[in-house]
């Protein structure tokens, strides 16, 4: 049975921090994890990215603030979140991609709120 199991999110005031975290079960292949977030009545977009090789991918806005990490072994990626904005305020989603065969497949989570107060 796949999972994924997102933590983390919460209320934080305006330069606070948070830590997000996403562990994945039941799939193989793995090939790319990430986190994206949507606010209301806009898009979801992506925040960061990290391969199975360490190789990351950041939204020109969170760089600087914002750092995916990737424990493989536990097969959890993380995302620290300083200097937090009330613009971060969003439902934040993590996404991972997996092979099976020659196909590519992604998987989301259910989300986890994070709000940002002024």
């Known amino acids: 049975q796949v999972q994924l199991v997102e933590s983390g999110g919460g209320l934080v005031q305006a330069g606070g921090s948070l830590r997000l975290s996403c562990a994945a079960s039941g799939f193989s292949s793995i090939r790319s994890m990430g986190w994206y977030r949507q606010a209301p009545g806009k898009q979801r977009d992506l925040v960061a990215a990290?391969?199975?090789?360490?190789?990351?991918n950041y939204a020109d806005s969170m760089k600087g603030r914002f750092t995916i990490s990737r424990d493989n072994a536990k097969n959890t990626v993380y995302l620290q979140m300083n200097n937090l904005k009330p613009e971060d305020t969003a439902v934040y989603y993590c996404?991972?991609?997996?092979?099976?065969?020659?196909?590519?497949?992604?998987?989301w989570g259910q989300g986890t709120q994070v709000t940002v107060s002024s």
């Open positions: 996404k991972l991609r997996f092979r099976e065969g020659l196909v590519e497949y992604d998987y």
């Open positions: 990290i391969t199975s090789g360490g190789s990351t």
